[in-house]
């Protein structure tokens, strides 16, 4: 056998010998890179334990001793870490709340995972904080541990109130919002209402929603509104307009109205929402304004033309009346000129109406009770409107105080009754009563039907005349109170009847109120400020047996028309009176000046070329102390009183007059 082939012991222990080295070293270097990688791991976690942004707080889970604890929670908290760790968690105030001993510890220690999403901390200054607690129990080499992270939600909470605040205010103002807000889903039902929706159409909100708003349909649209309207906003455009409604108790009433659509982050229309204002008043008070403006300014024209009017029928007036005065009884064209006198007395009438629409007319007002004056009436408005209607008078218990001129109540009741037995076809009723109220701004806007002239709130004496006749549509009552404007046939009316009222009224700073209904009848409501005082029962002129002469006494006519001045100073002669006449302000005091005798009256237009009456006569009394004041006019003019109201003691007379009126206004200037 040769030595090769003969193992060697020895050296077969150094090769295992070997073996065993190699793997130990191998398991030396992992030992060392295990402990290199956990060295590693620990810096890592320590690099994080440091720069985490929440608290992290680590508890020995069997002593409840703080373990360690990051900067985060110690910044803060405001603690330093020696303060801190190695005490006991129930002995660090701030987390009072989640372990107040030993024995509330148990919570943490016995439940693996607790969280508290707010609670509320102070710091070690007293400052409240509000965290986000989570804890965990874990095993750390075989030792409980309890970590605890801790997260500041104080700014989060903060900007969660403030944006909480926020919606209520902005709730809160869309509750109390005058203005209607209704909110819908992108198939347009509706969502939400606030309270001003429930007060404006009456329907509760449970009622609203679920529902697509086009149960307030009022039938005043057609279909292509709402389907313009639908396009316009389902396109992601918004729609503005006025939408006219119908309440749930019928009533329909007419909105402002903007209907925006809302888009989510992506762009998609989520919802629409609709603002909307109630504008049925406004659009009557506009109405009425424009209505006013109308009757103003045809006023206006109205009273110039019946001022120049006026004294043309003076001199056909004047003319025909002392003509008449020097025929002999029987002469053929007597007849005639009797003719011509009516129908300027006629036209007289119409010429009087025009201007008391335009408020033009002159008035001598007198403090009188009501129900005396319209009792005084009531046979001769029996006789005015026929057997066949019954003439019902309600009049208020005691005084209804009023001041005003006598003759514009019974044209008032003339024209109103007149206007009711035509709109009665055969037997019907008309109803006159008075009442003393109170009306305020409430009133005002709750009171139902047209109303015609300036409200304003305070007490009132109501004189209303009611009839059951036809009645009238709306577009009716928008135009009955014009010139001229008339339902009768041709030669039946000449539409001036409600015009007068209208002016008398407004005249003396009343208002109407006007109800009617197609075939139920209608009522006219006129409100006249009540006087303060006691009333007093108006009395009329005296009668005037014959017609009262002068004796020579020198009158100094001034009348700017030619033609009507020759008419007065015929008159006047014809009366038995010396006249002086003038056209002009400045040949008035140029003849007063010369005149050598006594002047007892000036009888002069108040509207004059240069001068007015009023300020004519100052100058000539100066001249003349004793001499009386007598003026004359187709129209009022503030020179002589106030809104057509005369100033006390001043003596007029209305053109165009008869020589009988002339007479006796004369005959008591001069007394």
Not at 237 to 250: P, Q
Not at 295 to 315: C, F, I, P
Request: proline fraction near 3%; charged fraction near 25%.
């Amino acid at each position: 056998m040769s030595d090769k082939n003969v193992e060697n012991p020895h050296c077969l222990g150094n090769v295992q010998l070997t073996e065993q080295m190699e793997i130990l070293e191998k398991a030396l270097r992992g030992k060392e890179r295990v402990e290199e990688e956990l060295r590693d791991s620990e810096k890592r976690y320590r690099r994080l334990f440091e720069s985490a942004k929440d608290g992290i707080l680590i508890l020995d889970a069997e002593t409840g001793k703080v373990v360690d604890v990051n900067p985060f929670l110690l910044s803060l908290l405001g603690y330093s870490y020696d303060a801190m760790v190695g005490q006991h968690l129930w002995e660090i105030g701030v987390f009072k709340d989640i372990a107040a001993s030993k024995e509330a510890f148990k919570v943490l220690q016995e439940s693996e995972y607790i969280r508290y999403d707010d609670l509320p901390l102070e710091t070690i200054d007293g400052r409240p904080i509000a965290v986000e607690f989570v804890s965990n129990v874990y095993l750390v080499d075989h030792n409980k541990v309890i970590q605890c992270n801790i997260r500041d939600v104080t700014a989060h909470k903060r900007a969660e109130a403030e944006a909480y605040a926020e919606r209520n205010q902005l709730l809160a103002a869309i509750e109390q919002t005058g203005e209607v807000i209704v909110m819908t889903d992108a198939q347009g039902i509706i969502q939400f209402v606030n309270p001003a929706f429930e007060r404006t159409s009456g329907y509760l909100r449970e009622e609203a929603v679920g529902q697509n708003p086009r149960f307030l349909k009022s039938g005043k649209h057609d279909e292509v509104f709402y389907r313009k309207l639908w396009e316009t906003i389902s396109g992601g455009r918004t729609w503005k307009g006025c939408i006219v409604n119908k309440r749930k108790d019928g009533i329909l009433y007419t909105e402002e109205t903007t209907i925006s659509p809302v888009r989510d982050p992506s762009g998609r229309i989520v919802n629409y929402v609709a603002v909307r204002r109630d504008i049925t008043e406004h659009l009557q008070l506009t109405a009425q304004l424009q209505q006013a403006q109308k009757m103003e300014a045809v006023g206006l024209l109205a009273g110039g033309v019946a001022h120049d009017y006026n004294n043309m029928l003076s001199v056909i007036l004047g003319n025909v009346e002392l003509a008449l005065s020097r025929l002999e009884p029987g002469q053929p064209a007597q007849v005639n000129l009797e003719e011509i006198r009516k129908a300027a007395v006629r036209s007289t009438e119409i010429t009087r109406q025009l201007l008391a629409f335009a408020r033009k007319q002159t008035i001598i007002p007198k403090v009188l009770d009501l129900n005396q004056n319209v009792e005084s009436m009531l046979s001769m408005l029996r006789r005015l409107i026929g057997e066949d209607i019954d003439l019902t008078w309600q009049p208020e218990a005691g005084f209804c105080p009023v001041k005003m001129d006598p003759v514009q109540v019974s044209q008032i009741l003339a024209n109103l009754c007149v206007n009711a037995r035509d709109a009665i076809a055969d037997v019907g009723k008309v109803t006159i009563k008075t009442a003393n109220v109170m009306i305020n701004e409430t009133c005002c806007a709750q009171h139902a039907g047209f109303v015609a002239g300036e409200f304003v709130a305070g007490e009132y004496v109501l004189l209303a005349v009611s009839d059951n006749g036809c009645g009238m549509d709306e577009e009716t009552l928008n135009q009955i109170f014009e010139p001229y404007f008339t339902r009768k046939g041709v030669g039946q009316g000449t539409g001036l009847g409600l015009s007068t009222v209208y002016g008398i009224v407004k005249q003396n700073s009343g208002f109407i109120s006007v109800d009617s209904q197609r075939s139920k009848g209608s009522t006219f409501s006129i409100y006249l400020p009540k006087y303060a005082d006691h009333a007093v029962r108006a009395t009329g002129g005296e009668q005037v047996s014959e017609i009262p002469r002068g004796r020579g006494e020198t009158v100094l006519v001034v009348e700017d028309e030619p033609a009507l001045l020759l008419i007065d100073k015929m008159m006047l002669e014809e009366l038995g009176y010396q006249v002086l006449s003038a056209v002009t302000p400045n040949q008035a005091i140029t003849l007063a000046k010369e005149h050598a005798g006594e002047i007892r009256l000036l009888l002069t237009d108040v509207i004059l070329p240069g001068m007015n009456g009023r300020d004519l006569a100052k100058r000539l009394q100066t001249f003349y102390p004793v001499m009386k004041i007598m003026f004359m006019s187709g129209y009022t003019a503030d020179v002589i009183g106030n809104r057509g109201v005369l100033d006390e003691g001043v003596n007029f007379i209305q053109k165009p007059f008869a020589i009988t009126d002339l007479a006796a206004k004369i005959r008591d200037a001069l007394l």
